[in-house]
């Protein structure tokens, strides 16, 4: 899961980072408006966290743009502004969620967990994928009775997968989730390939038939 941390006090940003990281996200931080809006075009959150006084503006701008876009990311207002005007606006744009500084970095973390669930999986603990019982919390999979031991990225992956059903994934996007690196070059992807090997062998050893599909020179599709 990717995070886009916009905010200018880079104490706070970088231990939101670092708390975030040790839940396995994905975190980049942005520290002006230009440089979100950079990575934003580039690149999709599952959701980014945004404050809203910057250096070069309101961020109010950058969540108006992100919706006029139609952008999938889901976006959650941390802001000391503290003041229902601002709180309002921002949800009226289109925000998900809106966090008062100071906050607790574990509320934070539940705010961000449920909104990805929200948005992604309809509000479930258990994913329920033909065979394939995923619970979000404790990262088990269960393909009937057989557990499924993954790596991390490996499961990360089955969820991006999972989550985007029936929707084509490229190479790239891949490589980014599993890399963390906001880049779009790499010189190679079999890391990718190695990934996706080792995931589909286990899945398909513990009994689940294959849902994912090769489009070859493009990249890969969860198909039911
Ligand atoms: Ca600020």
């Known amino acids: ?11 706070l ?12 996200y994905q975190c980049e ?16 959150y599952d959701c980014i966290l945004l404050d809203l006084m910057l250096p070069d503006g309101n961020g ?13 990311d889901g976006v959650i207002i941390i802001s000391a502004k503290g003041e ?31 909104l990805i669930r929200r948005r992604q999986f ?21 393909v009937a009775q057989n557990e499924v031991v993954l790596t991390p990225k490996e499961f990360d992956v089955l969820i991006y997968f999972i989550g985007n059903k029936n929707r084509v994934l490229s190479k790239n996007s891949l490589a980014e989730r599993l890399s963390g690196d906001a880049i779009d070059v790499f010189d190679s992807y079999d890391f990718v390939y190695a990934h996706i090997k080792n ?11 294959n ?9 890969y599709k969860w198909q039911e």
């Open 1 to 11: 899961m990717k995070v886009l941390i916009v905010e200018d006090e880079p104490g």
């Open 13 to 24: 940003a970088n231990t939101i980072a670092a708390y975030l990281s040790a839940d396995n």
């Open 29 to 44: 931080i942005a520290s002006t408006i230009s440089d979100a809006r950079n990575r934003i075009e580039s690149f999709t």
């Open 60 to 72: 109010l701008t950058l969540l108006s743009e992100i919706k006029d876009d139609a952008r999938l």
């Open 84 to 114: 229902l005007e601002d709180k309002i606006k921002g949800l009226k744009l289109g925000a998900d969620d809106y966090l008062s500084k100071p906050f607790h970095l574990p509320e934070l973390a539940a705010r961000i967990h449920s």
């Open 122 to 142: 309809a509000n479930a603990d258990i994913l329920h994928f033909g065979e394939l019982n995923i619970n979000l919390n404790t990262r088990t999979i269960l």
């Open 199 to 209: 995931l589909k062998k286990k899945l398909q050893d513990a009994g689940c038939p």
């Open 211 to 219: 849902y994912l599909k090769t489009l070859y020179g493009i990249g």
